[in-house]
């Protein structure tokens, strides 16, 4: 057994060695790195014809745009996997028994890596497929300040999402000696401790690389934004959406580093027998403090930049600039202060002295108030404007009106008595679904829809986006409210199935509100089919842009960088490409 295990590890460390020598012998895997080759900014067109073309070009990549679309494609695939695992869920709680799913235990699977799929390959990544493609555009910097340090944060993805996944394959091949892990996205001790499944520490250990590469990525957003700013733009006039992920940079540089120490420590709690988190002699509740300092800030890591997007492209459709700019950035900041300050709102049903938990009522009430100036700066934004109904405005509209709700309960929340009422029911859930797929994708849907002719150089189906729209919202709200109010009726979260005391809540009302909330869920998944079906086919065959300024902000003196460097791309390409409308659409325009 002794020596199997040194074989098995001398062939992996020649395995290591070989691969890095290959590596460090490809040649051309410098030759287009726009630091290395001078000066290649991406004006200059003998940069990109350094590039090599196909699976190589798209593996040794290092320029922002294509890592950008990297990221892009990662977050979709991991957003497919997290919805198809949430779908199975959903159908197996339509009745109260356990009918679908083949035991509990595979649902616990599914509800851990639904979360953690979510929140740390999906959310986080998508929006670095943002930030890579447009900060270096909107700041007018070549690239980023370490465009290989950019590809390697990403690149360490991949084996993080096959880590924080592989209970899921090696289940049936190890006949379940290796599972899913099955300790929900908060890794609650003692649970995830004493779980003996060495999925959990696969998925313990994707999760660090996740952070490292979620460090990497903001370490190099900083730098960049810092230091790589055209003469032009300074801090009075740095683009809100580059405001938001310089904030959000600084709560990952803060925040990261706790969750990775905490999950080394769990880590060495589960192989070493160290103690840190053992009910006898450490402290479970250990845990839940370095995990929420973590934790808290990781949803506003999630929500800030795409508050920054909405407030980057409400305004363009609304004719007018942005309502309040500096009070926008002042409550990005405030948010962002604040948010290290409101970890145990996670904890006040937990035990901890009652004088501290009020004070951490206080502070997380308080973060209503940046979040109103918010809120009420968009809404001045549209007001008397000249709104356009196109589908990435559609999208930022559903995110304010979003916020609202998913604002308005988390205030709720964050009130002690009432948070002991509902904490772990399915308001809890609702909350924070409001705010993670009204708001984060919505964002995100908003943002490809208004980048999309800078990226593909064609236009989408215009027609199929708003049915996108209005298809996810209404399964948002179906969904969600559904879920508001089973956590009223005191349904638990994290359950497979469910049994009521009659006198408490029917269990027939229960069920239906289950029932609401799946078929919001496959309202959900079909406005999420259409859109990518339209991405797909206008990708391949949608009309090709010839406009510089597709959307017309010109007129309204909304025109900005990123599309002025589109202008200069179309300058650059053969002038063949067949005409299209003026507007820059295939189709007849509906706005
Ligand atoms: C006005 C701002 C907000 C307040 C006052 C607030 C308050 C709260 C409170 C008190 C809880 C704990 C509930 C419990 O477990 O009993 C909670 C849970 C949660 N909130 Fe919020 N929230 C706000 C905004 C947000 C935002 C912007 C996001 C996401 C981007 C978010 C995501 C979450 C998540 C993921 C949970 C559940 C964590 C878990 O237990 O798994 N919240 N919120
Ligand atoms: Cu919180």
């Not at 630091?35 to 922002?64: E, F, M, N, Q």
């Not at 006949?175 to 995830?192: C, D, I, K, R």
């Not at 230091?227 to 990261?256: C, G, H, K, M, Y």
């Amino acid at each position: 057994m002794a020596g199997e295990q040194l074989a098995l590890t001398v062939l992996m460390g020649v395995f290591l060695v070989g691969v890095v020598t290959l590596v460090s012998r490809m040649e051309n895997l410098r030759a287009y790195t726009p630091l290395v080759s001078g000066d290649a900014g991406y004006g200059d067109s003998t940069a990109t014809s350094h590039k090599p073309s196909g699976l190589i070009r798209w593996l040794t990549t290092v320029d922002h745009k294509d890592i950008g679309i990297l990221y892009g494609i990662y977050a979709t695939i991991a957003f497919v996997w997290g919805g198809l695992a949430v779908m199975l869920m959903r159908v197996e709680l339509t009745t109260p028994a356990l009918n679908v799913l083949g035991g509990t235990g595979t649902y616990n699977g599914l509800l851990t890596s639904h979360g953690i799929t979510m929140l740390f390959l999906f959310g986080t990544p998508i929006i670095a497929a943002f930030s890579n493609y447009f900060i270096p555009l909107l700041i007018g910097a070549d690239d980023m300040a370490f465009p290989r340090i950019n590809g390697i944060a990403f690149w360490l993805l991949p084996p993080a999402a096959l880590l924080i996944w592989a209970g899921f394959f090696l289940d049936p091949l190890t006949g379940g000696a290796v599972g899913a892990a099955e300790t929900s996205w908060t890794m609650y001790t003692p649970l995830s401790a004493e779980q003996a499944n060495p999925g959990v520490d696969l998925m313990l250990l994707g999760l660090h690389l996740s952070g490292i590469s979620a460090t990497m990525g903001a370490i190099n957003f900083i730098v960049t934004i810092f230091t790589e700013r055209s003469p032009d733009v300074n801090w009075a006039n740095l683009d809100i959406f580059s405001w938001t992920i310089l904030t959000q940079s600084a709560l990952i540089l803060f925040a990261f580093p706790l969750l990775g120490s905490a999950l080394i420590m769990l880590l060495l709690d589960r192989n070493f027998q160290t103690a840190f988190f053992a009910v006898d002699g450490g402290s479970p509740i250990l845990w839940q403090h370095l995990f929420w300092f973590f934790g808290h800030p990781e949803v506003y890591i999630l929500v800030l930049p795409p508050m920054g997007l909405v407030s980057w492209i409400l305004p363009k459709f609304s004719g007018r600039k942005l309502f309040g700019y500096k009070f926008v950035i002042y409550s990005t900041l405030a948010i962002g202060v604040l948010s290290f300050g409101v970890w145990a709102h996670h904890m006040f049903s937990s035990g901890i002295d009652p004088r501290i938990r009020a004070s951490f009522m206080a502070v997380s009430l308080a973060i209503a108030i940046p979040s109103a100036v918010k809120t009420f700066n968009w809404i001045a934004t549209m007001w008397n404007g000249n709104i356009r109904l196109t589908a990435p405005m559609l999208f930022c509209i559903g995110f304010v009106a979003n916020f609202v709700i998913g604002g308005i309960t988390g205030v709720f929340l964050a009130a002690i008595p009432i948070d002991l009422v509902l904490h772990d029911t399915y308001y809890v859930v609702g909350h924070f679904h409001w705010i993670v797929m009204g708001m984060i994708a919505f964002a995100g849907f908003g943002a490809i829809y208004y980048w999309f002719p800078i990226v593909t150089g064609k236009m989408y189906q215009k027609r199929l986006a708003k049915m996108h729209f209005w298809i996810s919202e209404i399964g948002v709200a179906v969904t969600f409210f559904a879920m508001l109010l089973l956590g009223y009726l005191g349904m638990p979260r994290r359950y497979a199935t469910y049994e009521f005391n009659g006198l408490i809540a029917p269990l027939a009302q229960v069920t239906t509100l289950h029932q609401v909330a799946t078929i919001g869920a496959f309202i959900i998944m079909l406005g999420q089919l259409i859109w990518v079906w339209n991405l797909t086919q206008s990708y391949l065959e949608g009309p090709v842009v010839e406009d510089e300024d597709p959307w017309n902000l010109k007129e309204t003196g909304q025109y900005s960088r990123e599309f002025e460097w589109f202008g200069e791309q179309l300058d650059t390409t053969d002038e063949d490409t067949p005409a299209l409308a003026a507007d820059g659409s295939g189709e007849p325009s509906d706005d």
